[in-house]
């Protein structure tokens, strides 16, 4: 699907940009099943509007799963050279509504060789239908240095 990259292919800067997802009332529903959480502010609209909410309230990690990598193309960039998702980190400085859409993008801040392998950081960021910052946060990832023979990659 995409051309193999490894480490040394990625650069400070290079951005990933997600599809764009609007959050449904199926998919609180879908959230509310796989996470099992079940308190009413996720799915009970009667509930939110009495403390003065406009619909129901994402949770956090409903709204830090558009930034899943996998979303986009970047897992099939790094088939060969991924060796591992490290860690993330999040802040939510926004609330996100039934009805919002969601615009996720994942932007290298931090390439760090190793001896074979090298870290990888990327801002992960998702913005609502208003340009409004709903999220920011970075993800870690463990890559592997350019095998030798191995064909060069984008840059």
């Known amino acids: 699907m995409c051309e193999q990259r490894w480490f040394e292919d990625f650069a400070v800067g290079e951005r990933f940009v997600l599809p764009s997802r609007t959050m449904t009332e199926a998919l609180f529903a879908a959230f509310a099943l796989a996470s099992g959480d079940n308190h009413p502010i ?17 949770h956090g990690f409903q ?50 060789p190793q001896q074979t392998t090298g870290l990888l950081v990327m801002a992960s960021a998702v913005l609502n239908q208003r340009s409004e910052l709903v999220m920011a946060g970075e993800q870690t990832y463990l890559l592997r240095q350019r095998p030798e023979g191995a064909a060069t990659g984008h840059i």
């Open 63 to 112: 709204v830090l799963i558009q930034t899943a990598a996998g979303a986009g193309l970047f897992p099939h960039m790094v088939e060969d050279s991924l060796k591992g998702f490290v860690s993330q980190s999040s802040r939510f400085v926004a609330p996100v509504y039934v009805g919002d859409t969601l615009y996720s993008s994942l932007t290298v801040t931090a390439v760090t």
């Open 42 to 58: 996720h799915y009970d609209v009667e509930f939110c509007r009495a403390r003065g909410m406009p619909h129901m309230l994402a």
